[in-house]
């Protein structure tokens, strides 16, 4: 895990575990069997992007049960005709992480994080 993120947790006072993943086990599913922990008690950090010019990210974060509404909802709160997910390239260039290890802590201030309320319960 990266220190900047470390650094954010222990300045947010977060109760925290590092859990070191194999990068076999980056898909959701696989993770959660493999460790112990039930899929809806766990979140997908998802990076989206509207299909204009210039094109507009967001970083969604939704329980692993549920799926990102790309094209209702992200592609209106995006404000673009046209969104889909962001591409691994992108992912990783905009984020610094690599996929299936992407969280919503230590990101560029300037990418929006959405946050399902249902990960909050």
């Not at 922990?37 to 990210?57: C, H, M, Q, T």
């Not at 209106?76 to 996929?99: C, H, N, Q, W, Y």
């Amino acid at each position: 895990m990266e220190d900047s993120i470390v650094e954010i947790l222990e300045a947010m006072c977060a109760d925290y575990q590092i859990v070191e993943c194999a990068p076999e086990l980056a898909d959701t599913a696989q993770f959660c069997e493999h460790y112990g922990y039930r899929l809806d008690e766990s979140a997908n950090a998802i990076l989206i992007v509207g299909k204009g010019d210039p094109r507009v990210y967001a970083l969604c974060v939704v329980l692993a049960t549920t799926q990102v509404d790309v094209n209702k909802q992200a592609r209106r709160k995006l404000g673009v005709k046209k969104a889909s997910f962001a591409s691994p390239d992108e992912t990783i260039k905009l984020t610094g992480m690599t996929l299936g290890g992407v969280t919503p802590f230590g990101l560029p201030t300037s990418l929006p994080i959405w946050i399902d309320s249902r990960v909050l319960e």
